[in-house]
């Protein structure tokens, strides 16, 4: 059974950093592109950013190009989010998603809610 | 502001057929796979059928998907009261070199 479960929100002040983790299960992980995610409150989802399976290419949201990055770590079966210099506006809950080999994101964790305020 | 436009609600009848645009340009919808995903408040969004058509493990066969150009459509037929959701369509795009969701659909069953 795949199972992704995301951990690291929590509240943040403007312009801090915070690091998201998700622990991948059930799949061969380094097979697989992954994705984050992020729904805002009252709003759609958003993609954010993107790593290949072996990690070496990667693409981010114009929203977040330049302060976000995104990594994995495929010996221990986890992608992470590093966010920097965080703005109101990023206050959301950031999913980790697995693509399915076409861009489409077939299993999803469970959210982890990262609020940015002073 | 995305880059997908979808009507902002749909509604129909229980066992009504429901049909939901997505709208876009050449450098996404025309030129790579739509997804489609429903969302339901508190949980996470689920993909309703792959790039091949292919409907994951609990997704009925009542929901189908169709592209020409650079719009797409979903298509709940037989709809229920439990497909009341948010549907999102959402795709790769090539100018942007990223993923862009649509502006969302909720559905309501009258």
Redesign the interface.
Same mark, same amino acid.
Do not use: I
């Given at each position: 059974e795949v199972q992704l479960v995301e951990s690291g929100g929590g509240l943040v002040q403007p312009g801090g950093s915070l690091r998201l983790s998700c622990a991948a299960s059930g799949f061969t992980f380094s097979r697989y592109a992954m994705?984050w995610?992020r729904q805002a409150p009252g709003k /759609?989802? &958003?993609?954010v950013s &993107?790593i290949s399976g072996n990690g070496v290419k990667t *693409?981010?949201? #114009?929203s977040v190009k330049g302060r976000f990055i995104i990594s994995r770590d495929n010996s221990k079966n986890t992608l992470y989010l590093h966010m920097n210099s965080l703005r109101a506006e990023d206050t959301a809950i950031f999913?980790c998603?697995k693509d #399915? /080999?076409? *861009? +489409?994101? #077939?299993f999803? /964790?469970? +959210?982890t809610l990262v609020t940015v305020s002073s | 502001q995305?880059v997908l436009t979808q009507p902002p609600s749909a509604s129909g009848t229980p066992g009504q057929r429901v049909t939901i645009s997505c709208s876009g340009s050449s450098s996404n919808i025309g030129s790579?796979?739509v997804?489609w995903?429903r969302?339901l408040p508190g949980t996470?969004?689920?993909?309703l059928f792959?790039?091949?058509n292919q409907r994951?493990s609990g997704v009925p066969d009542r929901f189908s998907g169709s592209k020409s150009g650079t719009s797409a459509s979903l298509a709940i037929s037989g709809l229920q009261s439990e497909d009341e959701a948010?549907y999102?369509c959402?795709?790769?795009d090539d100018s942007?070199?990223?993923?862009?969701?649509?502006?969302?659909t909720k559905v309501t069953v009258l």
């Open positions: 994705n995610v /759609g989802p &958003e993609w &993107e *693409y981010y949201a #114009d999913y998603a #399915d /080999g076409s *861009y +489409g994101f #077939d999803w /964790g469970q +959210g | 995305s790579n796979t997804n995903y969302h996470a969004p689920k993909l792959n790039s091949n994951p948010d999102y959402a795709a790769w942007l070199s990223g993923q862009v969701f649509g502006t969302g």
